[in-house]
């Protein structure tokens, strides 16, 4: 692990620093930010930035995040159908229950923060949607 002092008494550590872009151009520009001057590395951006548990993009439309999640919500499903099926295990509003305490917090984590007014949300709510409709049969 490299680190660098910095004027201040601050030191810097090299493998904790990320780059990332964000832009409404139709072309992504990902130019590297150069560090060497400092004595640290040259960095590239990444496509995909996760922090906090929220996926973004360089266009910030949250397609990633939303798939991430809804995989999740997909995955937590199928592990539930051990717990019975229509003849025989839990009854039909113990698996609603189920649902809306396990599934949707999962489906809609950090739903405030792509859907607002004005946000290009069509296609994040198709594939909610999508998701839903799986989780109904």
């Given amino acids: 692990m490299s680190r ?9 550590e ?3 620093l990320e780059v990332f872009y964000f832009t409404r151009s139709r072309h992504l520009s990902n130019p590297f930010l150069d560090l060497t001057l ?12 996760w922090y906090l548990g929220f996926y973004f993009n360089w ?4 397609h990633h995040h939303i798939h991430f999640y809804t995989t999740k919500c997909l995955s937590t499903l199928n592990t539930m159908k051990v717990l019975g099926n229509s003849s025989r295990g839990i009854l039909s509003l113990q698996k609603q229950l189920l649902y809306e305490m ?13 859907f607002f007014k004005g946000a290009p949300t069509v296609n994040n709510l ?3 949607k999508k ?3 799986r989780t109904a049969l």
Avoid: R
Avoid at 102 to 114: D, E, N, S, T, V
């Fill in 126 to 128: 198709s594939e909610l």
């Fill in 38 to 49: 400092v004595g640290g590395p040259i960095l590239t951006p990444k496509p995909i930035w």
């Fill in 4 to 12: 660098i002092l910095l004027n201040a008494g601050l030191v810097m």
């Fill in 102 to 114: 396990c599934i949707l917090p999962i489906m809609l984590y950090g739903f405030q923060l792509w």
């Fill in 59 to 62: 266009k910030l439309n949250f």
């Fill in 14 to 16: 090299h493998d904790k």
């Fill in 131 to 133: 998701m839903q409709q």
